[in-house]
């Protein structure tokens, strides 16, 4: 099983940036994908999840309204849209995988990508 990140990078305040999740070796569409980030010195913390199906998607207050979570399941990749960025959106993001159903617990997920980084400069 692995779990792929990209598209993390180096922007400016207000600007956006697109994350990617790639899913092998699972049946993508039986599992709930969840984003998380970590900032140096910070726990990780939830930011995004979407049901397996699509139909349910879960934001924390922190990027509600600036942040879209989607997923393609003909490409088992979920997005995490970014915009409006700012500098304490700056982290690690991974992205995870567990079912059936989304959680803000961590330890819940099965599976987890490497990371990608996202710096906001301001």
């Known amino acids: 099983v692995q779990l792929a990140e990209s598209g993390g990078g180096l922007v400016q305040t207000g600007e956006s940036l697109r994350l990617s999740c790639v899913a092998s070796g699972i049946t993508h569409d039986y599992y709930s994908i969840g984003w998380f980030r970590q900032a140096p010195g910070k726990e990780r913390e939830g930011v995004s999840c979407?049901?397996?199906?699509?139909?349910?998607?879960n934001y924390a207050d922190s990027v509600k309204g600036r942040f879209t979570i989607s997923r393609d399941n003909a490409k088992n990749t979920v997005y995490l849209q970014m915009n409006s960025l700012k500098p304490e959106d700056t982290a690690v993001y991974y992205c995870a995988a567990r079912s059936p159903v989304c959680s803000w617990s961590n330890v819940s997920y099965q599976y987890w990508g490497q990371g990608t980084q996202v710096t906001v400069s301001s």
């Open positions: 979407i049901s397996s199906s699509g139909r349910s998607t």
